[in-house]
């Protein structure tokens, strides 16, 4: 794989860049694989990735029905944080933004994380208790946080107001560390040291059946014919119900759309991220300048990545009263993902009734703060049978009335 | 942005006057169920993409509940009908089949 | 130069001049100008800076396609940035700022990038910038930061204001153009509610410049003709200046009204949003024409052919004196034909195609107009200003045949449907390969809540170009829609429509065919983002072969225009550098809106004072007028503390504690739900809800009573009163009325519907104030009228009666543990009752207390809070009240969930009290760290703070919380973290801390 | 009685189209078998009018019935005779399951009249209330802005609106925000 640099481009700009590769190669499958992942999402490159890095098994397939890294990777708000208050979601969230703090180089691809720091801010006296819970949470958890004085948000975030008649702002957790990146590259830097690593990345392969003899899994049918592998890894977020039903099993969980925009771009007058759970909406300025805008999902199922305009206008709503002058701005764009919640709202990274089919999703709103630590787990859990990580995620652990629920203190947003 | 018909007050409710109160028909266990079947009354759902039947309550408007029938992949609606029934009505069974031939979701086909 | 004609310019009022400024530059327009014509007639050409490369930029179009001139607006409140110079009239006064350069327009420091731009090629980002690592954040990034973002932020609170509307149609018509008056013709005909929306400030769109004939009538004739027959139809809605922007599920459409954008000192709201409900769809939406690729294309100067006629014959303005014609259709000829009858030089036609025929070509050629065929134009000269252009062979690589030196270049590639709203909601297209153009395909239209199609697209939008089959199609489209939405056709003829004949298009995506790297490297795609033919092909050789991929790569269609103008060119490369056909490469999505539309006019009012409703009770202008400093309790706002001169909030608080514990306080407890359950099944039915037994609640009798979620958790709590044989009154938590009353309703209906139950929800029927402490029964004595005696009315009891002439409802009840009545009086007279109360209570020290002052003194009773104990994560057994879940009952709502075994677990953290050896106050959210650390590393803990408050009546910190084994570890003290690092040490107490014997409300 | 208050206590937003806060009115929520002829024969008694259609509603005066759900009727019915009214329900509808509650005080009750008052309320609520759609005699309820309200026209002009009392001013502040702004120009 030839490295990128300034160097690197320098080069190339002196023969019309015609000495670029392929940023990942492009395969027919093989006849059999060590592991096949469905779903080439960030989570399933990830879970490929470090499969490879972590553990040495590279004989490894990520099948994807479409373009690598079109789900909810390529279409959510990049936020980045682990200011999480129940010790699974801190442990595993902390471990992914750590990984974003290094993925760049570890990646020789730059996602552009943007530690510029990010706040929740507390509106109400029950969300400044429960940040403070959150922090003191975090203080053991290892997770660098704080909680800041009103006039301190106003210091880092000048735009806001903070004396709203409505809802005045009390105060607010920040994460220093927190932040954005670019969500496409994050798929194409996995996807491209996956290749270097000889992994096939199979796209616009649609996954039709699992085979299984007995219990145990042997391969899956894709619309490029059959396909045999020992593990199997289902990383489809929104559509793992439907995959599930393919291996005979149900999950949990609920798909329904979330919905996100954008304004034309400005010139930078933010630069933190900001989370306002009681008005339900969070806002950060995207290196080329637009606002991005996101809220709360939609009510129903839905699988047609379209949301419904009301809640658009709640978020917008919530976010022009928070901050006044993106009352002037446009709405450039909106769109819609399809998430996929759980009982408790916190992920599924699980064994599956099915020996040798294992499943990470469930990721809800939250999905691409945690790309690299879900990889780095799901890649133990696939490798080893078991991870620190993701035991308090397993699927059974509703059936035991065993919750992992972070709407207690943070409210629901993402 | 859906638009549902609502069969206790007879109004074509518009989205934002409707609440979405998930899956239709759970039954519910409860003490002395085993520990699957309470799990699966409250956690497992048919997610289906596809012919689904969901609660929906008329929040803004007479505050009743009603039971809709619909597309998750294409949110064409084949129905709505009373909350005060275990199954769908035949007809709105006829009018899914009419449409997508072979549909089954959970016992109902 | 370009410059203002002598004649010409159908839109604009030569004899109303408007001044305007541009970078402060004062100027002069006509009544009627767009800011792009009034500056063209100003020759003021450079207008912008692009997004990466920070080019000069010219406009290009003349509509909402334009990608490069875009300006700041205004000043102050009402500054917007991004504002397209093409779609904003000009007014008097009128003030707008060139982005995205410094210092200055003319010398642009950040033009160096154009410099450097082979050094910044597609994705370069992604490849540099990577070492080392801080860098990214502290100095890269802020650079690209800088450079990149096009306007200024606002600063200031928008100081318009703005407004919804909902319609509901049978019809709505996009587009206003000769198709859309067709359609709203047609369907108005059949009787059908119909709405015509045309986002400009005229109507008849292209046909009213280029001057087709329609039923024998000029276009304009016609169009005036047909807006006067709709004007006079009662079914018929028409607006101007208002844009179809998005087409949504189940025949929702959002419509932009931009109501004094024009004119900003008219009254009322400057935009209104629309929330449309049509049964069907017309969307006769046009076309807009593509840009040919060639070296040099972006140069200020070079623009859309059909623009450069527009502001010809619209405005009566000329882009430039010499104008070189470049094109792959015959459409462009009308450009050379309108300006040579101008007056103005046209030096050559060069047309790609090698032997085109049709009635314009002989039109030109016979107005002596020199013309090229199988020409191309090899690259445009100049820098901020065509200078002239090389011209080559189309089928070459190149090589330069000649060179006409000229100000202004007029490219057609031909013309894409605007597709947008069609496939907002998942209308699919087809590519036509003779028209070299995506179109609708009608048996793949967007369906809606009857599974069938409910958007039609009509005339130019539909692929028809030429206006016979426009009108026709947009007339027909109109009718078609009436019958979907169920009017029968009425008989009626369709306009007829004449036009010269027009030989075909051929595609051309690149110009030369051959254009050697040199020339793709300058041959732009995007104008705002600086993507370039060398761009996409880059892309596609580094493996990003998804249309999505290739665009997110290069950031083609990102723009601000959302890819108009650059979308198909782009996805032509792609295509031909996969040796794929267009069709199976595909399109990006469309998404809404169709233009970007105001953050305000999606806000609606609903801003400031009314941004949400706020709930007030009948004595919230009594708490307002005396020092409540309010607390948002969901929508609702409860003093927190009632103020009083200097003192701080926390003095206010103790205050009100100490002197309800010795005196007499009152608490506006109005907001506390209150359901009334009434049937032969209420008693069975709260036995399911509460998981303590209400129906054997004695009338007249109160009953403490908790609630818990059906998966165990609890989830409200409060007094239950019998009030006969088959009413009960649920009191709930202040959050918890309208959910606890859904709540009962979703069962009712929706699981046990067959038992007889009513449920009504009188919480705001109500004004109930708590009289608390020592001297409440003086008081209530004093105002007299109903014997409140311990022995009539002992704790938990209530009765009816009348206190100091007002109907009222008494309860004995205390979460304070004082001697305490919470009275419910009608709503109409709670602010005199509040009133008379702190009136006769003067004597006995009477005041009003807040809501922190209720929380202390549950806590210093060892109360719980739903809320602060519970988190929904918190089950009865965790705060220690297995006494309220009934062993009698079989069933109630959670019993099942508790049987699990995580919840039956014995090391779940269980409530206790808590006290720090030095009397401080253990900060709110603390832990209690336990020894070691989990298998991730972190600090194990042993249990957590629930509430933590400095207690005025012990003088001491105290705090409830829930540890590990608690109530068996008594008087052992635990370490509870804090935030900066440090502990505090606490010891284990019964969560009881002041009147355990309960002497203070046993009398 | 004489410290009894309306909401607003009678506040007004004069213009084109007047807002009004309408005073204390009677309400009362009446649920059972709506087919009862006791039921019917009570509701007729107190309001002069029989039981509703399905989204509809009559009213003279102070008086007036509502369809408001199935098994749910609004009455109205003046102020002061509001307890008189409910005793009057409970005598007649001895020995039924029903349910009969004062809700007079729970309510804010506003008229917006005036010659574009459909549009008034169009701007804060998604039915459809085009003339040939909502007549005189039709009940709607629905959202108004972000809260639930229901309304019925009294005449071509007059819309009588309630919504719950603690959110009163803002449903006020809303109209009448909707009235100042002026006519769409649709209906």
Avoid at chain 3, 107 to 133: C, E, Q, W
Avoid at chain 4, 107 to 121: A, D, K, M, P
Wanted: aromatic share 8%; net charge neutral; proline share 4%.
């Amino acid at each position: 794989m030839k490295r990128y640099s300034a160097f690197a481009i320098a080069r190339e700009a002196f023969r019309q860049h015609s000495g670029w590769d392929r940023a990942w190669a492009k395969r027919e499958p093989k006849k059999k694989y060590d592991v096949i992942i469905v779903g080439a999402g960030g989570h399933g490159l990830a879970t490929a990735y470090y499969l490879g890095k972590n553990f040495g098994i590279t004989n490894v397939a990520v099948i994807e029905k479409g373009w690598l890294g079109g789900g909810n990777t390529g279409r959510n708000t990049t936020i980045i944080r682990s200011n999480y208050l129940q010790d699974p979601s801190a442990a595993i969230y902390e471990k992914s933004r750590s990984l974003y703090e290094t993925m760049s180089q570890d990646l020789n691809y730059n996602v552009m994380f943007s530690p510029r720091g990010l706040i929740m801010l507390a509106q109400t006296q029950h969300e400044i208790r429960g940040y403070q819970r959150t922090a003191h949470a975090n203080a053991l958890q290892g997770v660098s946080t704080e909680w800041i004085s009103a006039a301190r948000v106003k210091e880092l975030c000048p735009i806001m107001n903070i004396d709203g008649p409505r809802y005045p702002v009390l105060g607010g957790l920040y994460q220093a560390r927190g932040g954005t990146a670019r969500h496409d590259a994050v798929a194409w830097g996995y996807a491209r040291a996956c290749s270097d690593m000889g992994m096939d990345i199979i796209q616009q392969c649609e996954v039709t059946g699992v085979r299984k003899n007995g219990d145990k899994v042997v391969g899956v049918d894709t619309t490029k014919g059959p396909i045999d592998c020992d593990k199997l890894g289902m990383v489809v977020a929104g559509h793992a119900s439907v995959l599930a039903q393919k291996a005979g099993f149900r999950l949990p969980i609920e798909s329904v759309a979330l919905q996100a925009l954008v304004s034309e771009p400005i010139k930078p007058c933010m630069d933190v991220v900001v989370m306002a759970n009681t008005v339900h909406g969070y806002l950060s300025q995207s290196d080329k300048g637009e606002m991005v805008i996101g809220g709360g999902t939609d009510g129903y199922n839905n699988y047609t990545q379209r949301g419904s305009f009301h809640h658009v206008e709640e978020t917008v709503r919530a976010l022009v009263e928070t901050f006044p002058m993106l009352g002037r701005l446009k709405m450039l764009r909106q769109w819609g993902g399809i998430v996929d919640v759980t009982g408790d709202r916190s992920p599924i990274l699980s064994k599956t009734p099915v020996e040798g089919v294992f499943v990470n999703c469930g990721w809800g709103t939250g999905g691409f703060k945690a790309i690299p630590g879900s990889g780095w787990a799901m890649a133990e859990l696939m490798a080893k049978g078991h991870s620190p990580l993701t035991e308090e995620f397993n699927m059974f652990r509703f059936r035991e009335g065993k919750f992992i629920d972070e709407s207690v203190a943070a409210g629901v947003a993402h | 942005m859906l638009t549902l018909h609502c069969p206790n007050c007879g109004v074509h409710a518009d989205e934002t006057d409707l609440h979405a109160e998930g899956e239709a028909h759970l039954k519910r266990f409860g003490p002395d169920s085993s520990d699957d079947d309470f799990h699966d009354y409250m956690f497992q759902r048919q997610n289906p993409k596809g012919v689904h039947f969901e609660r929906w309550k008329h929040v803004y408007g007479c505050g009743k509940y009603f039971l809709a029938a619909r597309c998750t992949a294409t949110l064409e609606v084949f129905g709505t009908y009373s909350a005060q029934t275990h199954e769908p009505p035949q007809a709105i069974k006829d009018a899914i089949s009419a449409k997508r031939p072979g549909w089954s979701w959970g016992d109902f086909s | 130069m370009s410059t203002r004609l002598a004649l010409g310019g159908r839109l604009v009022n030569k004899n109303k001049a408007v001044s305007f400024a541009f970078n402060g530059k004062n100027l002069r327009g006509y009544e009627g100008d767009t800011l792009a014509s009034a500056l063209l007639a100003n020759d003021q050409m450079l207008v912008g800076r692009s997004f990466k490369y920070h080019r000069p930029r010219g406009v290009i179009a003349s509509g909402a396609e334009e990608p490069n001139g875009l300006v700041n607006l205004g000043k102050g409140s009402t500054f917007e940035p991004n504002q397209r110079m093409t779609t904003t009239e000009l007014f008097e006064g009128l003030s707008a700022t060139s982005q995205n350069h410094w210092p200055s327009l003319e010398f642009d420091v950040g033009a160096i990038n154009t410099h450097l731009s082979r050094f910044l090629p597609a994705g370069f980002y992604y490849k540099m910038f990577i070492h080392p690592r801080p860098f990214w954040k502290y100095v890269y990034e802020p650079i690209i930061r800088h450079s990149a973002g096009l306007g200024k932020a606002p600063t200031e609170q928008d100081s318009d204001t703005y407004e919804h509307f909902h319609a509901h149609f049978d019809v709505m018509i996009v587009g206003g153009g000769i198709s859309g008056l067709a359609a709203a013709h047609s369907s108005a005909q059949t009787g059908a509610r119909v709405l015509l929306v045309e986002q400009t400030a005229d109507w008849g769109g292209r046909a009213v410049v280029d001057a087709p004939k329609i039923d024998g009538l000029t276009a304009q004739e016609w169009v005036n003709k047909t807006v006067q027959d709709l004007e006079s139809m009662g079914n018929v809605t028409m607006r101007l200046r208002m844009q179809g922007s998005g087409v949504y599920d189940h025949g929702y459409v959002l419509a932009y009204e931009r109501l004094s954008d024009h004119a900003p000192e008219m009254e009322g709201p400057r935009h209104r949003l629309w929330r449309i409900r049509a049964k069907q769809i017309v969307t006769a939406t046009g076309a807009i024409e593509r840009p040919l690729s060639f070296a040099g294309n972006d140069i200020p100067g070079v623009l859309l052919a059909a623009a450069v006629r527009d502001y010809a014959i619209n405005f009566g303005v000329s882009v430039g004196d010499r104008t070189v014609v470049v094109t792959n259709n015959d459409d462009a000829y009308r450009t050379a034909i309108v300006l040579k009858n101008a007056g103005l030089d046209i030096p050559a036609i060069i047309d790609a195609r090698t032997a085109p025929e049709g009635d314009l070509i002989d039109e030109a050629r016979a107005l002596g107009i020199r013309i090229e065929f199988g020409k191309a134009v090899a690259k445009v000269k100049g820098g901020k200003r065509v200078t002239g252009v090389e011209i080559c062979t189309q089928a070459g690589e190149g090589a330069v045949l000649e060179e006409i030196s000229c100000d202004c270049v007029a490219m057609s590639g031909g013309w894409s449907p605007v597709v947008h709203l069609w496939s907002h909601c998942g209308g699919k297209l087809n590519w036509d390969d003779v028209q070299a153009m995506f179109r609708p395909d009608p048996e793949r239209a967007p369906t809606g809540a009857d599974g069938l199609g409910f958007v039609t697209t009509a005339g130019v939008a539909n692929g028809h170009l030429f206006t016979a089959e426009a009108v026709a199609d947009g007339f027909a489209a109109g009718r078609a829609a009436a019958k979907a939405a169920g009017f029968k056709s009425k008989a009626g003829q369709a306009p007829l429509g004449e036009c010269a004949h027009e030989g075909p298009i051929s595609a051309v995506w690149l110009m030369p065919q051959g254009a050697k790297h040199a020339l793709r490297s300058k041959a732009w795609l995007d104008f705002q983002n600086d993507v370039k033919v060398s761009d996409v092909q880059l892309a596609a050789q580094e493996g990003y072969e998804s249309v999505e991929h290739a665009k997110r790569y290069t950031t083609i269609g990102m723009a601000t225009d959302q890819g108009k103008l650059s979308n198909i060119n782009g996805l032509a490369i792609l295509s031909k550098a996969l040796n794929a056909d267009i069709p199976n490469v595909g399109t990006t999505t469309f998404r809404p809106p169709y233009t970007p539309i105001s953050l305000s006019s999606i806000t609606g009012v609903a801003k400031n004072e009314l941004f949400q409703p706020i709930r007030k009770t009948p004595m919230s202008d009594w708490h307002a007028a005396n020092g409540a400093d309010f607390e948002p309790v969901g929508q609702w706002r409860r003093p927190y503390a009632y103020i009083r001169g200097t003192e701080t909030v926390e003095d206010a608080v103790n205050r009100e504690v100490v002197n309800t514990r010795e005196k007499l306080g009152l608490l506006d407890a109005s907001t506390l739900g209150k359901l009334v359950v009434k049937g032969p099944d209420a008693g069975k039915f709260l036995d399911m809800m509460y998981t303590n037994m209400m129906s054997n609640l004695a009338v007249g009798k109160c009953r403490y009573g908790l609630m818990c979620s059906e998966n165990g958790f609890l989830s409200d709590d409060g007094v239950v009163a019998r009030i006969d044989e088959d009413t009960w009154l649920c009191h709930t938590t202040t959050g918890g009325a309208e959910r606890i009353h859904a709540w009962m309703e979703d069962w009712l209906q929706c699981e046990w519907w067959d038992w007889k139950v009513y449920v009504a929800n009188v919480t705001e029927q109500w004004a109930q104030v708590a009289v608390v402490g020592p001297n409440a029964r003086k008081v209530l004595e004093k105002i007299g009228g109903m014997d409140v005696s311990k022995e009539t009315l002992p704790f938990m009891q209530w009765a009816d009666g009348t206190l100091g002439g007002f109907d009222a409802r008494v309860y004995r009840i205390s979460f304070s543990g004082e001697l305490s009545y919470e009275i419910a009086v009608p709503a109409s007279q709670g602010a005199a009752f509040w009133e008379l109360l702190l009136a006769a209570g003067q004597e006995f020290g009477v005041m009003p207390y807040g809501t922190e002052a209720l929380h202390i003194m549950r806590a210093e009773k060892g109360f719980i809070m739903i809320g602060d104990e519970t988190d929904g994560t918190v089950i009865p057994q965790d705060l220690n009240l297995q006494w309220a879940l009934s062993k009698k009952k079989t069933d109630y709502l959670g019993k099942r969930a508790h049987e699990r075994s995580h919840m039956a677990d014995p090391n779940r953290w269980k409530l206790v009290g808590l006290e720090t050896l030095d009397g401080s106050v253990i900060p709110d959210g603390s832990y209690a760290i336990a020894d070691g650390t989990n298998a991730n590393g972190q600090r194990n803990t042993q249990g957590r703070i629930t509430s933590t408050y400095y207690s005025p009546t012990l003088k001491k910190g105290i705090a409830m919380g829930l540890v590990l084994h608690g109530p068996d570890r008594m008087g052992e003290e635990i370490e509870f973290n804090k935030v900066d690092g440090t502990t505090v040490r606490a010891k284990i107490v019964d969560p009881v801390f002041y009147d355990k014997e309960g002497a203070k409300n046993n009398v | 009685m004489s410290n009894a208050v309306s909401t607003l206590q009678g506040k007004v937003a004069a213009g084109e189209v007047t807002v009004r806060e309408g005073g204390l009115r009677g309400m009362i929520t009446f649920r059972g078998d709506l087919s009862n002829a006791k039921l019917k024969s009570v509701c007729k008694s107190l309001t002069g009018f029989g039981v509703p259609e399905m989204g509809k509603a009559a009213s003279n005066g102070d008086k007036g019935v509502a369809w408001m759900s199935p098994d749910e009727l609004l009455i109205l019915v003046p102020h002061a005779e509001t307890n008189a009214a409910i005793a009057a329900i409970e005598k007649a509808m001895k020995g039924q399951h029903f349910l009969a509650k004062n809700v007079s005080d729970a309510r804010t009750h506003l008229t917006v009249q005036g010659l574009f008052s459909r549009e008034v309320i169009a701007k804060l609520a998604p039915a459809d209330l085009h003339p040939d759609s909502f007549k005189v005699g039709d009940f709607r309820r629905t959202r108004l802005g972000q809260i639930a309200a229901a309304f019925w026209m009294t005449d071509d002009e007059t819309f009588e609106v309630i919504c719950f009392r603690s959110v009163g001013q803002y449903a006020f502040d809303l109209l009448a925000a909707s009235a100042k702004a002026g006519p769409v120009g649709h209906f």
